[in-house]
């Protein structure tokens, strides 16, 4: 059973996480100079995004903070629906540049999404991420792991997806066991879209790529009371 976080609302949760994500890598640059964290696009994530890199202008780090994104839509670096190009618009706009690094996946003005993929596995591959904060899906999906879409057996740290269910059809993804080994992960997700894939994670639905998340001992899951509404309030803590 995954320790359960909850909150009154989107904007305390991501406050939250952002909080737990300085104070770890703090934690981290006692040992060593440099933190990856796997982040996570759509509202939660990005919204989380910005609440730490807030934190961290108020509140500068000694040592390097690298950011990837556990998922990204295959279209060009200055699309809106890119997960990374707000976040990495405000890493500039902040002047944050000497301790946060964007990691940014390809685009197709640098090749074929194949071709992409392979290159951004093996970046990927050699990364130990410190943390990685998951946003789920109201079906259930992680990253661009979606339902009868997935294997949880994926060998690649990364591949390509050219037939998404939810649109755009092209992306590029972290497979489970790259989001796996993180030696944190927390999930979010608020609004009561989420409620039922967050109970069914719970409950053990074996269908959803967010209930073999949930069995993670390193896993913790980040909710709104919206989110959290369909829980047995036993379950719920703050």
Not at 49 to 59: D, E, G, P, R, V
Not at 61 to 88: M, P, T
Not at 182 to 206: P, R
Request: glycine share 6%; net charge negative; aromatic share 8%.
């Amino acid at each position: 059973m995954p320790e359960i976080l909850t909150f009154a609302d989107p904007e305390e949760t991501h406050d939250a996480i952002a909080a737990f994500l300085l104070e770890g890598v703090r934690a981290f640059f006692e040992y060593v100079p440099e933190v990856h964290l796997a982040m996570t696009g759509g509202t939660d994530g990005t919204q989380t995004s910005l609440s730490f890199l807030k934190l961290l202008t108020a509140q500068p780090v000694d040592g390097r903070v690298h950011l990837w994104w556990s998922d990204e839509r295959f279209v060009d670096y200055d699309d809106d629906l890119r997960n990374d190009k707000q976040i990495a618009q405000l890493v500039e706009e902040f002047r944050l540049g000497s301790f946060v690094e964007c990691h940014r996946a390809p685009s197709p003005s640098d090749s074929d999404i194949e071709t992409a993929a392979l290159r951004w596995e093996k970046e990927v591959s050699q990364i130990d991420f410190a943390f990685a904060v998951v946003g789920v899906g109201p079906d259930g999906h992680i990253a661009s792991l979606f339902p009868g879409h997935w294997d949880i057996n994926e060998p690649r740290a990364v591949f390509a997806v050219t037939d998404s269910p939810k649109p755009p059809a092209e992306r590029l993804t972290f497979s489970f066991a790259t989001i796996r080994d993180a030696q944190n992960i927390a999930v979010i997700a608020t609004g009561v879209s989420k409620a039922a894939a967050i109970s069914g994670a719970i409950a053990g639905k074996n269908s959803l790529p967010i209930t073999a998340l949930a069995s993670l001992e390193q896993c913790s899951l980040w909710l709104d009371d919206a989110a959290a509404r369909s829980l047995p309030t036993s379950m719920e803590t703050e």
